[in-house]
């Protein structure tokens, strides 16, 4: 993971040219490297600088940033190839670091190396307590797809349609794909058997349904708007689900804190973080976060639909649903949206990875500042 960048809170931007994205990445890093030519060598450039750095933490944490940008940035600027030697070298200089044995996860997961891949996300789930669940979650979720665990496959899926069964085919361990006919207000059950199994039952909204595009455009203005707000998050599955609160301030602070105890704050280009309430803080450089950020921007959002209403917080708002499609795979969210713009519910299903998130005091009194 890139170190200063949660990934619910980065905003798709149009795809920086090859040299503006050198200048950037050289920039936060601190180290002003001479314009490359040809194929971008980063490894060896920064290997060869190494002693123009004060420290070993920031050489780790150029690569570790560096080797993010590169798995995760623009297709036309990715190089796994190069990203692989950043990332271990990244923590073979801060070896005690789990947020970069998460960007190695992710690394071994682009390259196809699953067994490494779960090994690393499941270590850095282990050392973080959390602290990077949500994204380490849904990689480790795409790695087991991948494999197609056996073990996993030995759940028995069972969906129908006002009562009647509906054939499927498993997709991966957390998906099932079926199809049929509907016209709208229909009950669909889904059950599993087995261990940990259950049953979970939905009503689809009345069809056709009527477009979206509108709320969710007036909603995502609305709430790039604000200057603070809060937001209670719930993250899933699991049998003692994962729950953060978070506070955001413009232009560039963000405090967490998980309820089994870590608590994170950004301010500007510092990060602060500790285990727990009487633990020290650890103080480390970082480059800033944007604020306010919405974690539905990851990628274009397609095929936006209203989907009824319903009271939050005793307030009446309209709900619209869209995906997005991320490493080839579609993302399912739905926003609770009040007359005013403001989203004071969101949801994001993805397989192995369900997120909700209550969205409250907007533009209060919310002040972040550095806490040593």
């Not at 030995?154 to 016209?183: F, H, M």
């Not at 007036?218 to 790039?224: D, I």
């Not at 450089?285 to 209403?309: H, M, N």
Request: hydrophobic content about 40%; overall charge neutral.
């Amino acid at each position: 993971m890139r170190e200063g960048a949660e990934p619910k809170a980065r905003r798709t931007s149009k795809a920086p040219s090859r040299a503006s994205f050198h200048r950037r990445l050289t920039s936060l890093t601190g180290l002003l490297l001479p314009q490359p030519k040809g194929a971008v060598h980063w490894h060896r450039l920064l290997t060869t600088a190494a002693d123009r750095w004060s420290t070993r933490n920031k050489l780790a944490q150029a690569c570790n940033n560096i080797a993010w940008q590169m798995v995760t940035g623009p297709a036309q600027e990715r190089d796994l190839a190069q990203a692989l030697p950043l990332a271990e070298k990244a923590l073979v200089l801060r070896p005690e670091e789990p947020m970069y044995r998460s960007t190695l996860g992710v690394v071994y997961y682009r390259l196809e190396r699953y067994g490494p891949a779960v090994e690393a996300l499941e270590r850095s789930l282990r050392e973080t307590q959390g602290d990077s669940a949500g994204h380490d979650l849904f990689v480790l979720a795409m790695c087991h797809a991948r494999r197609g665990e056996a073990a996993a496959a030995k759940d028995v899926i069972t969906v129908s349609l006002n009562g009647q069964k509906i054939a499927g085919t498993r997709c991966g361990p957390t998906c099932y794909d079926a199809s049929a006919a509907v016209s709208g207000g229909e009950t669909v059950r889904v059950d599993v058997a087995g261990a940990g199994g259950g049953t979970a039952t939905f009503g689809l909204p009345t069809l056709p349904a009527a477009d979206g595009s509108q709320l969710l455009q007036m909603a995502t203005e609305r709430m790039r708007q604000l200057h603070a707000f809060r937001i209670t998050e719930t993250l899933g599955p699991a049998r003692i689900p994962l729950i953060t609160d978070y506070q955001l301030e413009a232009p560039d602070r963000l405090k967490y804190m998980l309820a089994t105890g870590p608590e994170t704050v950004f301010v500007g280009a510092t990060r602060y973080s500790r285990d727990g309430p009487t633990d020290p803080w650890k103080v480390e450089s970082t480059s800033p976060i944007q604020v306010p950020t919405l974690f539905w921007e990851q990628e274009s959002s397609q095929g936006p639909k209203l989907a009824g209403s319903d009271q939050i917080d005793g307030v009446q708002t309209q709900i619209v649903t869209f995906f997005e499609v991320l490493d080839g795979g579609p993302i399912w969210f739905r926003l609770w949206v009040d007359g005013q713009g403001l989203v004071r519910r969101a949801e994001m299903r993805a397989p192995g990875h369900f997120m909700d998130q209550h969205y409250f005091d907007f533009d209060g009194p919310i002040s972040i500042s550095a806490p040593v």
